[in-house]
C-alpha cells in the first residue's frame, strides 16, 4: 500500500506549486515514503492546471484535479479524498505558509499513536493580529466549547487522517473547517494535535477575508445540528413542538376555566389568549417540520455534486 497521500486544495497559486511539490518529494525520499500528491484546482483563473500539467509530466507522483468553476475548499477536499490510495493522507495548503517537513512526523503520530486525525497547531502565526489572529482565537474557543474537542486550531490546513477516516466522512459546503468534528459525530473520536510551523506567505496572496469567521461560526451551528440531529430531526423539532403546543393548551385550558367557572373577562380580550393560540400553532408546525424532516433526512443526491474539467494521473 501507498504510504501517504498528500491532498492539496488550490486557487490561484501557479507560483507556489513547482517549490512546493519539489519540497515534497525530497522530504518524501529522504523518509522513504511512497507517495502520491493530488493538487485540486479549484477554477483557478492563472495557469495553475497548466503548472500542474507540466509537473506530472516530470514526476509521476503528482496527479491533479481541476474543477470547471470555483466550488470551495471542501468541495476540493472531499473530491481529493474520494481519489486518495494511501495508508495515511496528509492535508496542507499549496501557499508555503505548511512547511512539508511536517510530513513524516505527522504519520508517526498516526502510526504509533494511533490517532485517526492529527491536527496541525500554528501556535506562532505570522498574520495580522487584528484581522485573523483574534477572531481566530474566538473563533476556535467557540468551536471547542460546542464540539467538545480540545483543538487548539480548527481551521488549519495541515493535517493527517487515517485513510478510512477520510473515506467514511462526507466534506461540503463550508465544512472543511470541521473535519475533526464530522470525524467525532462518525465514530472516530481518537484526535490529536501537533504544534507545526507556520510560514510566512511566499508567493501571491490570501484568498479568505474576515466573513470567513462569520461563515465559521454558522457552519458550526450547522455541523452541531447535523451532527446531533441529522439522522433524527424528530428529536429536535418534535420535543420543542411538543413543549410549545402543551403550553398553548394549558394556557387556554386556565382561560378557558376562567371564563366559564369564575366569570373573568372575555376570553378574546386577554393577551394570553393570543399567546395560547400562537404556541399551539408553533408547536405544531415544529412538530410536522421533524416529520418532514425525518422523511427527508441528509438524502440530497446533488449536495456533492461538482462538474470536473481534467484530471491528469487518476
Known amino acids: 500500500m501507498m504510504d501517504i497521500s498528500i491532498v492539496i486544495p488550490l486557487f490561484n497559486e501557479e507560483e507556489s506549486l513547482p517549490e512546493l511539490t519539489e519540497w515534497i518529494d525530497r522530504v518524501t525520499s529522504s523518509n522513504q515514503l511512497s507517495y502520491e500528491v493530488i493538487l485540486i484546482d479549484d477554477g483557478s483563473t492563472d495557469n495553475s492546471w497548466k503548472v500542474i500539467e507540466n509537473l506530472r509530466s516530470k514526476n509521476p507522483h503528482v496527479k491533479g484535479i481541476k474543477f470547471q468553476r470555483n466550488y470551495g475548499k471542501s468541495a476540493a477536499l472531499n473530491e481529493g479524498f ?42 506562532k502565526r505570522y498574520d495580522n493580529t487584528f484581522t485573523k489572529n483574534i477572531p481566530s482565537k474566538l473563533f476556535n474557543a467557540a468551536a471547542r466549547s460546542m464540539s467538545k474537542i480540545q483543538l487548539n486550531d480548527f481551521n488549519c490546513g495541515l493535517k493527517a487522517y487515517k485513510k478510512k477516516v477520510v473515506k467514511c466522512i462526507e466534506v461540503y459546503g463550508e465544512m472543511h473547517r470541521y473535519i475533526p468534528v464530522l470525524a467525532k459525530w462518525a465514530g472516530f473520536k481518537k484526535i490529536g494535535e501537533k504544534v507545526v510551523e507556520h510560514r510566512a506567505r511566499k508567493y501571491g496572496v490570501t484568498k479568505f477575508g474576515w466573513t470567513r469567521f462569520v461563515n465559521g461560526f454558522l457552519d458550526l451551528m450547522t455541523i452541531f445540528f447535523v451532527g446531533k440531529f441529522g439522522k433524527r430531526p424528530m428529536h429536535f423539532f418534535g420535543l420543542w413542538g411538543t413543549l410549545a403546543f402543551i403550553f398553548g393548551l394549558m394556557v387556554f385550558t386556565y382561560l378557558t376555566v376562567s371564563k366559564f367557572f369564575f366569570d373573568v373577562t372575555g376570553m378574546t380580550d386577554r393577551p394570553l389568549f393570543y399567546f395560547a393560540i400562537l404556541a399551539m400553532i408553533m408547536g405544531t408546525q415544529l412538530f410536522l417540520a421533524g416529520f418532514i424532516g425525518e422523511l427527508i433526512s441528509r438524502n440530497s443526491i446533488e449536495r456533492n455534486n461538482y462538474l470536473i474539467e481534467q484530471k491528469t494521473g487518476l
Do not use: C, N, Y
Not at 493522507?89 to 490517532?115: C, N, V, Y
Open 82 to 123: 474520494k481519489a486518495a490510495q494511501g495508508e495515511i493522507i496528509i492535508t496542507m495548503d499549496a501557499d508555503m505558509q505548511d512547511s512539508p517537513d511536517e510530513i513524516p512526523e505527522l504519520r508517526k503520530m498516526i502510526l504509533e499513536g494511533d490517532f485517526d486525525i492529527v491536527s496541525g497547531w500554528k501556535k
